[in-house]
């Protein structure tokens, strides 16, 4: 199995993941030039793509799936309060319904949802099990580690996390109070900490890597993003996982798992 986060933050998320020429997307929320052009970086094109898979329904987890889905002729997943909450695709026949805890195989990859807690009407994070059973999760837009986010955490190979945000300059940063209080409360967003912490009290030895995402243009850096994953790490002497830091602007290499 194989992945790259084409692009994760505000400005939108789009996750790529391929097992034996079987492709799909977790989010659409860039454009279908982009998907194109990211994926070429990487020798990839859009021909394997057989489904979107959609987390909730904020523009930057939607914007480009219309687009896609009715170019490539493709499926667009999502629950039905997400469907019903936002505009997916213009051609409705496209669009299919899952639910909470339902996984479904597509090629020889079983895709799961899980409900998680977010500011939205029904939103999920997915986790994609390879045919040699090896476990990946894509976990953002969360406001807490709630027991299925801690469940999909202990028993994965390898895990894109959000860590949005660092708390100190959240709290010194231009957001107006109202919005910062929302992106720290339990339908907001993961913090740097939270998600270490996590992963930390977790995550099984056998994780290889994790992809750090969706972090804020305006209170979070990368370099404070690594330094409290790696500073809280260290404290378990069987788990040391590569550690990368998505962008909003280019890919992350093709990751094999």
Not at 54 to 59: D, K
Not at 109 to 130: E, G, L, W
Request: proline letters at 4%; glycine letters at 4%; hydrophobic letters at 35%.
């Amino acid at each position: 199995m194989e992945l790259s986060v084409l692009a994760s933050g505000s400005s939108g998320n789009c996750f790529y993941i391929e097992e034996n020429n079987t492709a799909l997307l977790i989010d659409a929320g860039i454009s279908a030039k982009q998907v194109v052009e990211r994926l070429g970086t990487m020798r990839k094109n859009t021909d394997n793509i057989s489904a979107i898979f959609i987390t909730h329904e904020h523009s930057d987890h939607v914007k480009g799936a219309d687009v896609l889905a009715r170019h490539l002729n493709i499926p667009i997943f999502a629950t039905k309060k997400t469907a019903d909450n936002c505009f997916l695709c213009s051609d409705s026949s496209l669009i299919q319904h899952i639910k909470n805890n339902q996984t479904l195989k597509l090629g020889h990859m079983r895709i799961n949802a899980f409900s998680k807690s977010h500011k939205c009407a029904d939103p999920v994070s997915y986790s994609i099990t390879s045919e040699k059973n090896k476990k990946l999760s894509i976990i953002t837009d969360a406001g807490y580690s709630c027991k299925n986010i801690i469940k999909n955490v202990a028993d994965s190979d390898f895990l894109c996390m959000e860590s949005n945000h660092d708390l100190k300059m959240l709290a010194e940063g231009p957001y107006p109070y109202f919005l910062k209080q929302w992106i720290k409360s339990d339908i907001g967003h993961l913090s740097n900490l939270q998600a270490s912490l996590c992963i930390l009290e977790h995550a099984p030895s056998k994780l290889k890597h994790v992809v750090l995402s969706h972090l804020s243009e305006k209170n979070n850096t990368p370099e404070l993003a690594l330094s409290t994953f790696n500073n809280l790490i260290k404290e378990r002497r069987d788990l040391s996982p590569k550690v990368t830091v998505s962008s909003r602007f280019i890919p992350t290499p093709l990751f094999k798992i």
